[in-house]
């Protein structure tokens, strides 16, 4: 059928399919049956009952293209009374099946319930009267500002953060620029509903708030059928997957198929922070099962309903999975892990980047906006990172990925081996300083960060032996940043760094409150999940948040952009680099030191453009020619919420 007008933006975030007014789709239908072409202002006015084998047909209209099953009921213009079952639904019983047909372009009563193409009030007269809508709305016609102002009000009225979170994904469900215009005009205000820590409220309770799918769910029970399910998906231009196996889902632990909720969140940023359009964007949870027994026991338990599997049936279904990814969308669709446990995400990682574009966001994304919080933080404290003394707690993907891009980016400053780089930077985990009479015990990903020194049980008395001037919190359990500790750094730091970057914010190490509180309101505080501004001593402090959503978005539209084809670590370094030349100073007078989100999408074109010249330098980049001036390009290809006008 004809299509009215230009679908596609012209850029590289639109892929090949551009199509203009004087291009036609072809929609191809089987198995054989009957097609009812209907103009839905009277119906059965033109092309009526078409018999179609293998059908390919073409229309001109805006138009319902409605399918009906030639076994049931043929629609009927006969003016009467009575009940009649015009779609033949309610003559299919248990024994004799009913066959849901509908293949329709939006335009109509469909047009109102697609949420890519609806603006609810905000259709014009024209368009009511063009597009079949008169009378199936209201008389009033708004614009989008005041869509925005009356969601906004409507949103706040909910004291529940969980409610704000369903009211944001019903509006997400009905009208999807909207929503992400609400979520762009108001980023600082919705992001904790839509993200970080709400989210993860969402995730635990997401068998009984679940509503409509939005996102892929493969299981065991897929296995062999993997590129099947991805061409179930409607969308076909996919740029970016975030996938999840829900095992380790922010610091809350197995959440298995429930996990959902942070592949959808973090898409729904990838697009308001960093433009990609929403369907570019694929959501994907791996179900394998899960070991919580909350979630085996919870009768609204969304997931496989068995413990984990492991091993090579694990790694047999991801494989299929990477697999069917590459062969359906290419080698450019980016594909970000998220919130894998430990023990696979740095296997997944290691054995995909050879082969995909693969990132995780927990232990790559999470490395450079902390990066990039310490570059900011210099400037507060003096000296360069080499200087200075880093101590975590936490040596997982987070503690560890972070240590090794300080690392990493040291070496470079300062010339020397990277295994020399290392040994400034010092990790706690579960049984107290990573040192060398550790190392056989120790996980693969531990044994770079065993460095000569005594046994020492406790984080209190690791900073009293260690003397860092940071310190920060990555083990995913709260509230273990106590008062001593907080002490401690401040009694060996006049400015003590310290980052408490678990999520959400329950698992948080400490507070934005007990940080400046217990360090007498000297500590440079930043934390994963955001927090309310503080005051003490009659000062306000506001804290950054230290959040790999400063990070993602902006290094996928770089990625997207240049068509890289690997993330290299340089690329990581380059989004650090680019995200702390945001920080001004008036942010850093404030102890700020990251910029505020409300500029976020300028941040993100930013870091996009250094990311690709990176891709470029490395020689990493596939489209060709390299754009003149990068930020702007990246500027011009992100997605607007704004409407479109429908002719
Ligand atoms: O989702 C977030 O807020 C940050 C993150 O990746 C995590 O905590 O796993
Ligand atoms: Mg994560």
Known sequence: MSLKGSLFMNNPLSGISRMTQSQSLRVSVHPPMVVAMMNPNTRLERNVSVSVDSAVKEVNAPMAVEIVDPKLKQHSTAVGGG??????????????????????????????????????????????DAHYIRGLLPPVVVNQDLQVK??????????????????????????????????????EELLPIVYTPTVGEACQKYGSIFKRPQGLFISLKDKGKILEILKNWPEKNIQVIVV??????????????????????????????????PSACLPVTIDVGTNNEKMLNDEFYIGLRQKRANGQ????????????????????VLVQFEDFANHNAFDLLAKYSATHLVFNDDIQ?????VLAGLISALKLVGGSLTDHRFLFLGAGEAGTGIAELIALEISKQTQIPLEDARKKVWLVDSKGLIVRSRLDS????????????????????AIKAIRPTVLIGSSGAGQTFTKDVVEAMSCLNEKPVILALSNPTSQSECTAEQAYIWSQGRAIF?????????????????????????????????????????????????????????????HLDNGLIYPPFTNIRKISAHIAAKVATKAYELGLASRLPKPENLVAYAESCMYSPDYRNYR
């Open 83 to 128: 009940v009649e079952d015009v779609y033949g639904e309610d003559t299919a019983t248990e024994e004799q099946f009913d066959t849901p047909w509908s293949v329709s372009v939006a335009s109509g009563y469909s047009l109102l319930r697609n949420p890519h193409h609806n603006k609810g009030l905000a259709f014009t007269e024209k368009e009511r």
């Open 150 to 187: 009356k969601m906004m009000a409507n949103i706040r009225e909910y004291v529940i953060p969980l409610q704000k979170y369903q009211a944001m994904m019903d509006l997400q469900e009905r009208n999807e620029r909207l929503f992400y215009k609400l979520l762009i005009d108001n980023v």
């Open 244 to 277: 999840t196996d829900g095992e380790r889902i922010l610091g809350l632990g197995d959440l298995g198929c429930q996990g959902m909720g942070i592949p959808v969140g973090k898409l729904s940023l990838y697009t308001a922070l960093g433009g990609i359009r």
């Open 313 to 332: 049936e694990y790694a047999e279904l991801m494989n299929e999975f990477m697999s069917a990814v590459k062969q359906n969308y290419g080698e450019k």
């Open 365 to 369: 994304g999470t490395a450079s906006v």
């Open 442 to 461: 120790l996980q693969h990903f531990k044994k770079p960060w065993a460095h000569e020194h005594e046994p020492v049980g406790s984080l209190l008395d």
């Open 526 to 586: 930043a934390s994963g999940s955001p927090f309310a501004p503080v005051e003490y001593n009659g000062k306000i402090f506001v804290s950054g948040q230290s959040n790999n959503a400063y990070i993602f978005p902006g290094l996928g539209l770089g990625l997207i952009i240049s068509g890289a084809i690997h993330v290299h670590d340089d690329m990581l370094l380059a989004a650090s680099e680019a995200l702390a030349e945001q920080v001004t100073q008036e």
